[in-house]
């Protein structure tokens, strides 16, 4: 929950670095998933094909009713968002269950966006060591062999990582990549994996460890994103 009219700087900084910088690949893309409040407003100036829009959460009616102060899938298309994260562990926290998120992951595919569906597991999780087990739990749950797989992208975040500057063994990290990306294959029975995405406490001091993970595709950015400096960095400390 952040951000105003006036932060469109933030993209602006970001497009001139990576055009005078040349950082990122072709094959790479930046979204950036705003407040439903200014998704409208920045599309309207955004003129950069290498920067996509997205919403951090809907709604899963597909259609109008009574549901006072929500925003469905629809609506967030409408205003020209192209992605959107779901099952975050904030809203999880708020008490999302897998059930609800899978009808916001189906609403949300009909309406031709893709899905940045996150997973991870809490810090008991992680000393009992049922981390593998947590997130069989919540893909098995959420997600159907029957969905668009071109359109949605995996989020690990381990909930204990996030906001708390502490970041995963890169030898543990690049296991459980492996194991997402392996118990998807298997039990999905496709060779179509979707991409899979890293964050938690991610800043452009501890960035370049991640460069060690070949599987790891991308990155989900919290508070680094909001500071153009910070996101800059990022990048251009990960290809250096």
């Known amino acids: 929950m952040f951000g105003d ?3 469109f700087k933030i993209i602006n900084s970001i497009n001139q670095f990576n055009i005078k910088s040349k950082k990122i690949p072709i094959n790479k893309k930046i979204v950036l998933c705003v407040p439903s409040t200014l998704i409208h407003f920045f599309n309207n100036k955004l003129k950069y094909k290498s920067i ?3 919403a951090q959460n809907c709604h899963f009616s597909e259609g109008d009713g009574a549901f006072t102060g929500s925003i469905n899938s629809l609506m967030l298309r409408n205003a020209g968002a192209k992605y959107i994260i779901l099952g975050h562990s904030e809203n999880r926290d708020e008490g999302e269950s897998d059930k609800l998120i899978k009808k916001k992951i189906i609403s949300s595919l ?6 940045i569906f ?5 810090n008991l999780d992680k000393k009992r060591n049922k981390t593998f087990n947590v997130l069989k739990k919540q893909i098995k749950n959420s997600l159907n062999p029957k969905f668009n797989f071109n359109n949605i992208i995996i989020a690990y975040e381990p909930i204990w990582s996030i906001g708390s500057n502490k970041i995963p063994k890169m030898s543990e990290l690049n ?4 194991f997402i990306k392996t118990f998807f294959k298997k039990n999905f029975k496709t060779t179509n994996c979707p991409k899979v995405l890293y ?4 800043s452009g001091k501890n960035i370049s460890l ?3 993970i070949p599987e790891l595709d991308g990155f989900l950015i919290g508070r680094a994103s ?3 400096k910070k996101f800059i960095d990022i990048i251009r400390n990960y290809y250096k």
């Open 199 to 202: 964050g938690g406490s991610v």
């Open 110 to 115: 009909k309406q031709k966006l893709n899905i």
């Open 52 to 54: 996509s829009l997205g």
């Open 175 to 178: 296991r459980t990549i492996k």
């Open 118 to 122: 996150c997973i991870g597991e809490k």
């Open 226 to 228: 909001q500071s153009a």
């Open 210 to 212: 991640f460069s060690s």
């Open 5 to 7: 009219f006036k932060d």
